[in-house]
């Protein structure tokens, strides 16, 4: 396994929670890490990237624009994904990938291995 992630759970609308994402067996820090959600019955939908150090500035998704923010520990090997005002359109699986290249805008970017994925609940 290569990236294991954490941190979801169960809240109410406008809390706030973090999610992990460990890399295991290499060196996170020289790549671009996405995040994405799935809602039920619904596709995949990209809302963060974070590159690099150097690269270019974090991607947000409209949606989460202004409530979640990306950022990494590389000394932890990590990237997380802090959550705030939270909403029940925020309920899905949250996945975290790491892309092939060190910049979310290289426009080569791939999507090499995935998280295992952590539910995030926000109901009243």
């Known amino acids: 396994v290569r990236l294991v992630q954490s941190g979801g759970g169960s809240v109410q609308p406008g809390d706030s929670l973090t999610l992990s994402c460990a890399a295991t067996t290499f060196t996170l820090a020289d790549y671009a890490v996405y995040w994405f959600l799935q809602a039920p019955g619904k596709e995949h939908e990209k809302i963060s990237c974070?590159?690099?150090?150097?690269?270019?500035?974090?991607y947000y998704a409209d949606s989460v624009k202004g409530r979640f923010t990306v950022s990494r520990d590389d000394a932890k090997n990590t990237v997380y994904l802090q959550m705030t005002s939270l909403m029940p359109e925020d309920t899905a699986l949250y996945f975290c990938?790491?892309?092939?290249?060190?910049?979310?805008?290289?426009?080569?970017?791939?999507?090499?291995?995935w998280g295992q994925g952590t539910q995030v609940t926000v109901s009243s």
């Open positions: 974070i590159s690099a150090v150097g690269g270019t500035t974090p």
């Open positions: 990938a790491q892309g092939y290249y060190s910049d979310c805008a290289d426009p080569d970017q791939e999507l090499d291995f």
